[in-house]
Every structure is written in C-alpha cells, then in structure tokens.
C-alpha cells in the first residue's frame, strides 16, 4: 500500500507550525501540493517539508482534482474554511479544517451536512483532544474521581497581545471574532471533551474592544502574526466575560488577547465535589482532594505526546478507514453553537436560550 497524499492548504503560520512538520516526518505520508495565494509561501513550505515530488502551486481547485489525493489541511483564514472545505469535501477528499471550524455554528452546520452528503471525514483542528494531559483529565473525570463535576472554569488571558492589529486576526468580516473564536475555541472545545460535551442550555457574555480600536494608539511588547498594519481595522473583542449553562456543568470564562494586568493567565479549573483539578493549558494539571481526614493535592509525571504528530497522524488514519474519531466534525458543533450563543448574548445584551 503506497503512502497517502496530502494536500495543505494556506502555506502561513499553522501549516508551518504544524501541519508540514507532522505530515513531513510521517512515514506513511507524502505531501503532494502546498498551496497558498502567494506562491512564495507555498514554494517555502513545499521545500521544507515536501520532497522533490511536492507542488507549490496557487489554486487548490488544482490540486483537488488530482484523484490520487484523499486528503487535504485547510489552514486558511476563518472566512475561507467553509467554502473551501465544502469544495474539499465535494471533490471527494477527507478533510483536517483548522480550528474554529467555521465563522459561525451554522456555517459549521453546512460543513457537517457536506461531510455527510459525500460521505467523507471531516475532523477539526482540536488538537488538546490529543494532548496527553488533557486525556488524563478526561480518564480521571470519567473514573469518577472529582465526583460531581458541577462548575468549569477557563481563564485564556494575556498582557497586550492582539495578534497582527489590523490584519486578518482583528477584522470581524474575515475572523468572525476576536479572542473567543481564536484562543477560547480551544478551552472550550476542551472542556467540552473532558465533560462529555452536555448539551448547552443557555449563555450570557459581555465583549469588549477598549485597547485596541485606535490602532496607532495601542502600546505592545511584541505582536505574535504582526506588525502592525495600520491601514486595517480592529473591530473584535479583545476582552470577554461569559457564562454556559449545560445539562451537565455551568461553565465561566474569561479571555483577554490584551489587558492592563501583565500576566499570563492561562488554565482551566474542574470542580467537583470529591475533587478539583487545575489544568494549565498545554502544561500539566494538579489534583486536588481529600483521603481519610486529609487533603491531597497531586501533581503527576508522564511523558508527553506530540499532540501535533498524533492529531495529524489519526486523520490519515481514520480516513482510510472512513471512521469518525474524538476530532470529527460531529463532536465539535456544541463549542461552535455555545461560541455563536456568546457572540450573540453580548450583542443583545441579555441571555441567550438554546
């Protein structure tokens, strides 16, 4: 059995943190075409992690038409993942669509629909559901050593760090939103995994865009997907507050690409009422109970996957075997609606109803 062709398309930052690199060191893997709008970006990813075989080209409709591939990496900004993933899909190939799955849950919904209509996979980029602490938190919720889960809470917080101002991260009409669809789609997404995903019942939020509307105004240290493009806009919250209530847990957050508190505040807290675990994000998490009169509080050792490697290593799988795993589409569509259901509250101004 030959190796599995791939296509990545959108050659920027996750193509090149992740997808070239997992799909590139991966045996059974042959990475057929990089492709992005600017020839230069898929030229470079197609020298890096392609081989003499790779194409660098411009337009995906390309390379989805190509019938020895079967699977493609959409790694494009937020506005373009529907589309091109229903294209994808439509052309018969299984899809890996980075996180958010879509601008919005019923964008999300048509992806779904597409994936069924061809009956093709489509995973989404959830990567901490292959994270190894992540799991251990799963396992441990499951055994019933927290007990009753009853509350989650997520902090996603950092100190002046708007990604790209004025560039695609912080226009509305390309990113759908701000810091919630960018770093809170992943803590929520998590802890969806972990609980079980319940079924959501209400949400309320509060957003806000206070220090970085006036561009030219705005002080950084450093600007992750910059510089600054002043010529842009800002038009996306860089601050929210919200609540969930699920079947299950209420879930509280907050989320901060930029506040006036220089400190990283990155974590998400179980409580339950035999125990509570505080998992900080992409780190390891600390157990807390108690044993015969005594609290306990329990910090483990384990070795840590690639989740990258293993995230992208499973979609070729499953693919060929045309099987839904823990990253499909069909588990993800609850973070999707709760995230819409926020954007939607705050917008209102009062609480919205499943």
């Known amino acids: 059995m030959g190796k599995t062709k791939v296509v990545i398309i959108g050659c920027g930052t996750i193509a090149n943190a992740a997808h070239g690199p997992s799909y590139g060191k991966n045996p059974d893997v042959e990475i057929a075409y990089c492709v992005d709008i600017i020839p230069e970006r898929a030229k470079a990813l197609a020298t890096t992690y392609g081989d003499a075989n790779t194409k660098a080209i411009t337009d995906y409709r390309e390379a989805i038409a190509d019938p020895a591939v079967t699977c493609v990496s959409v790694c494009v900004p937020n506005y373009l993942h529907a589309p091109i993933t229903i294209d994808c899909l439509n052309a018969g190939k299984h899809v890996l669509c980075e996180k958010p799955a879509a601008m919005n849950y019923a964008e999300a919904v048509s992806m779904k629909q597409a994936a069924d209509r061809n009956d093709r996979i489509l ?13 251990k938190v799963k396992e441990l919720i499951a055994a019933g050593e927290l007990g009753d889960v009853y509350h989650v809470y997520c902090s996603f917080r950092s100190y002046r760090s708007i990604p790209g101002l004025g560039g695609p991260f912080t226009n509305k009409e390309l990113a759908g939103g701000g810091v919630l669809i960018d770093w809170g789609v992943h803590f929520l997404d998590l802890i969806n995994y972990c609980i079980g995903g319940p079924a959501m019942k209400s949400a309320t939020a509060s957003t806000y865009n206070k220090l970085g509307k006036n561009l030219r105004e705005y002080v950084f240290t450093n600007m992750w997907a910059g510089p600054p493009n002043y010529e842009g806009k800002c038009d996306v919250e860089e601050f929210i507050t919200g609540m969930i209530r699920t079947e299950g847990p209420t879930i509280t957050l907050n989320g901060a ?3 006036n508190i220089d400190e990283n505040a990155m974590f998400i807290e179980f409580l339950g009422d ?5 998992l900080d994000y992409g780190a390891n998490f600390t157990f807390y109970s108690t044993k015969e009169g005594m609290l306990t509080k329990t910090t483990p050792a384990f070795n840590m996957a690639d989740m990258f490697y293993d995230e992208l290593d499973a979609f070729v799988k499953c693919a060929a075997k045309n099987e839904k795993i823990r990253s499909h589409i069909d588990q993800v569509l609850v ?3 709760m995230m819409d259901a926020l954007y939607q509250s705050a917008d209102t101004g009062r609480e919205v109803l499943a």
């Open 257 to 259: 690409w930029a506040q």
């Open 274 to 278: 035999k125990g509570g675990i505080k």
């Open 335 to 337: 973070t999707a609606q």
């Open 123 to 135: 995973n989404i980029g959830v990567v901490n559901r292959f994270n190894t602490a992540v799991n």
